[in-house]
């Protein structure tokens, strides 16, 4: 046990974030096989994404605040074994309410594990939060972006069973967060004699002010995962419908998308330890529009790259996010981690469900259209206070 960043242990939180997020990601990679199999309209579908995201969303509070007073270790095993459940029976589900109980268990499997990882991310971070974070979040983004490719593999050609193969990885998932419950509980008790030292923060910040900066949090992570939430559930569609293309062609051309956030996000971390968490947040909300305005209106080949840029673009900006959420109350990361991971998820399902209802009543390209212009709401990043104390050569030690 060390004061510095335990690397061993965010690698393996990674791992685990990744196995948890490939496994959540399997849900929209089978929406083509459910929708043709079962008849499901549009809205039906995003209300799967929705019952999905809100399951996990709206425990994400109550489970980070009780990781940060009464501390779990093992419950990360415990989530995992959630998942497991609802994967076997989302293979085998043969109706809509069937398939919809078991995304439930997913996502409920979700609630347990993202808060509780995060905090041990940070336990492990020897300071370097943003950094820790975005190793963290990472691999979840990993997972999600090799979900897609996996189904496109295995799902697509053999059916709605051969979800049950993705039990295994549920499984190790499960053996490998005992393995991070035990570092987990043994930093707990080494904490309480040798507490971490903090980062220089700026505590000069009013109560009023950090509600008022949460809010405008709260808005960024609206306008960006209502914008990924229509490339994640419906890019797919969008492909196949304007450019004519298969299946497996279209959730490739997803995972470029999810590859992208997948590279942007540790980029974030890192920016964000080193210029500052406030302008890494600012640039990466904002600096995504001019490549999602223009994503719907050119060729196939400059659709790739748009939506590759506006991916790696925004996608730096969660790890930042929640880093400066934790900056303004560092006594309560569990609970801010499950806010903001809630909100993720919550905002995702919401996205997902209004963009299905405006698609079966407008059109898959007109959905593109109006989702593009929602990175511009970046722009109220610069109403942000700092929350880090910078020396003269502007680095936070």
């Known amino acids: 046990m060390t004061e510095g960043t335990v690397y061993s242990v965010l690698i393996i939180c990674s791992i685990s974030h990744f196995l948890n997020d490939m496994i959540q990601s399997v849900i929209p990679s089978i929406y083509p096989i459910v929708k043709e199999n079962f008849g499901f309209s549009f809205a039906q579908i995003g209300m799967i994404t929705l019952v999905f995201q809100l399951t996990s969303s709206i425990l994400q509070p109550f489970t980070g605040l009780y990781a940060d007073k009464r501390p779990r270790p093992y419950a990360l095993s415990v989530g995992m074994c959630f998942t497991l459940v609802g994967l076997l029976l989302l293979a085998f589900a043969q109706n809509y309410l069937l398939i919809l109980l078991a995304v439930s268990i997913v ?26 974070q975005s190793i963290f979040q990472v691999g979840g983004n990993g997972g999600s972006a090799v979900g897609p490719l996996l189904a496109a593999l295995i799902v697509l050609p053999l059916g709605q069973w051969s979800i049950s193969w993705f039990a295994l990885a549920a499984l190790l998932a499960a053996l490998i967060m005992v393995r991070l419950g035990a570092w987990y509980q043994a930093r707990l008790a080494y904490v309480v004699k040798h507490p971490q030292r903090q980062p220089l923060l700026n505590h000069n910040i009013s109560q009023r002010a950090k509600y008022g900066a949460l809010l405008i949090l709260v808005l960024l992570v609206f306008s960006k995962y209502f914008y990924t939430a229509c490339i994640t559930s ?11 293309i298969s299946v497996q062609a279209s959730q490739i051309c997803l995972f470029v998308f999810l590859a992208a956030f997948a590279i942007g996000t540790v980029a974030g971390g890192m920016m964000g330890d080193r210029f500052g968490r406030k302008y890494v947040i600012w640039f990466s909300i904002l600096g995504a529009a001019p490549f999602a305005i223009a994503m719907p209106y050119v060729s196939l080949a400059w659709t790739i790259v748009c939506t590759f840029l506006s991916g790696l673009i ?13 900056d303004l109350m560092p006594d309560k990361v569990g609970l801010i981690a499950g806010i903001f991971f809630g909100l993720m998820f919550g905002l995702g399902g919401l996205g997902s469900a209004f963009f299905g209802w405006l698609a079966d ?14 990175p511009l709401l970046g722009v109220i990043a ?3 206070p700092n929350t880090q104390v910078t020396s003269k050569k502007n680095s936070e030690k």
């Open 107 to 132: 996502g409920l499997g979700s609630s347990v594990f993202h808060p509780t990882a995060s905090r041990v991310a940070q336990l492990a971070s020897g300071g370097k939060k943003s950094l820790a």
């Open 234 to 244: 419906y890019f797919t569609f969008f492909l196949m419908d304007k450019f004519g």
């Open 314 to 326: 925004i996608a730096s900006a969660f790890s930042s996010i929640v880093v400066y959420a934790t």
């Open 361 to 374: 009543r407008t059109s898959i390209e007109f959905i593109f259209q109006v989702s593009a212009f929602l």
């Open 382 to 384: 610069g109403f942000l």
